[in-house]
């Protein structure tokens, strides 16, 4: 890829499975400070500051397979207040922090209701 090409990127957003929105979009507000923007009962779009989550309905058929197991990453300056932000709400235990991996990031992370992981992670 050529750094043209690399420049007109403007950001990433997921799109994460989801069984149920409105159980979902609450449980983002409550255990991660996701605002919902807009949602519905097949989709969703989900704000925090200048970063978006999707959601998007999927029946768990095998011609709509829900699964699971989506993996996102979401890197900050700071990890400390958000850390002890998502430690106050429950969504983590302070066990869970883990400092100086071997790739070079503090991060913590954690599973939705749906088994999509989401890490939160700074750069060392």
Known sequence: ??????????????????QDIERDVKWYQEYTGFEPIFYDNMYA???RGEFSIHLQWHADTEDDPLLGGSVIRIF????????????????????????????NTHEFGFYDLNKNAVFIAQDV
């Open 1 to 18: 890829m050529n750094s043209k090409a690399d420049s007109s990127i403007l950001g990433i957003e997921p799109v994460l499975p989801s």
């Open 45 to 47: 779009v989900l704000r």
């Open 76 to 103: 900050v300056k700071d990890i400390q207040p958000i850390f002890q932000e998502f430690v106050n709400r429950d969504t983590i235990k302070k066990e869970k922090l883990r400092m100086n991996t071997p790739w």
